[in-house]
């Protein structure tokens, strides 16, 4: 079996998200001493997806399911450059989990 990007109207499958919440938490602290010294040194960032596998051949929904996907990232000054590095480590994570589970059932 193989796997490649095709128009969906020629697909044998279609692969559908739907983002359902991003979470930003904080992960890591940094500082000394009492709590009030204490500051977010990293937050990890949450990403939960709805994902469909429905197979257009036979017309039925292979496998349907909430996968998640999460990065950290350093919290220097809260530019979106940074925030951004941990959209891209839980894309990453999501795009391997769904591959996966595509793939498992081979």
Known sequence: NTLKIADES?????LRGTLLRVEDAPYTYAGEGEAANFSV???????IVKVEYYDQ???EVIWEQEVQ?????DYVSGTPDEREEG???????????????????W
């Open 10 to 14: 020629s697909a044998d499958a279609i």
């Open 41 to 47: 040194g990293e937050y990890k960032l949450t990403l």
């Open 57 to 59: 051949v036979k017309d």
């Open 69 to 73: 996907g999460w990065g950290t990232y």
């Open 87 to 105: 959209f891209n480590e839980a894309i990453d994570k999501l795009a391997e989990d769904v591959l996966n589970l595509t793939v498992s059932g």
